[in-house]
């Protein structure tokens, strides 16, 4: 049985951390509901069938311009390696760009719009800069791989 980490623990005791958790527990619960919501509604506004299409095609759509953003920033990104730079700005905009695809793959409108809303550079950057300010050793670490290797 692993043994658990005292930090972790003590988190819990931590008020900043509880307040913090259960925004995201209310955020996580509440996003459905609004989602179902606006489908309801704009179902007996223009059907529910149309509406069912439009979720749909707006995810699709999204997550091609999603591919397409990700394929340029790996090529500045791997570019930028052969040059022997270290490319910080492009793995967060990778991090923002990801976010913004599992966003789009999400049904419903809100989270197409928040993943629309992350192909623009300032929130893509934005959102990117969140995930990976504790990972800036690792991201080192894989830019050593990926220039060893010559990706």
């Known amino acids: 049985m692993a043994m658990l980490n005292f930090n972790t623990l003590i988190k819990f005791f931590d008020r900043g951390f509880i307040l913090k958790l ?22 007996e506004i223009i059907g529910d069938y149309l509406t069912l299409a439009l979720a749909a095609l707006t ?13 340029n920033v790996l090529t500045v990104l791997k570019g930028k390696i052969k040059e022997g730079y270290y ?24 989270t197409d719009i928040s993943g ?21 050793k690792r991201l080192r670490e894989l830019y050593e791989y990926l220039k060893l290797y010559d990706i």
Do not use: D, Q, W
Not at 22 to 43: D, N, Q, R
Not at 98 to 109: E, H, N, S, V
């Open 87 to 110: 490319p910080g700005k492009e793995f967060i905009s990778l991090a923002g760009i990801f976010t913004g695809a599992l966003f789009l793959l999400t049904p419903g409108f809100i």
């Open 22 to 43: 259960l925004l995201i527990v209310l955020l996580y619960s509440t996003l459905p509901l609004a989602e179902i919501f606006i489908l309801l509604y704009l179902g």
């Open 59 to 71: 995810g699709l759509v999204g997550v091609f311009i999603a591919f397409g953003e990700a394929k």
């Open 116 to 136: 629309f809303l992350l192909f623009f550079p300032f929130f893509r950057n934005l959102v990117g800069r969140i995930f990976t300010h504790k990972m800036e």
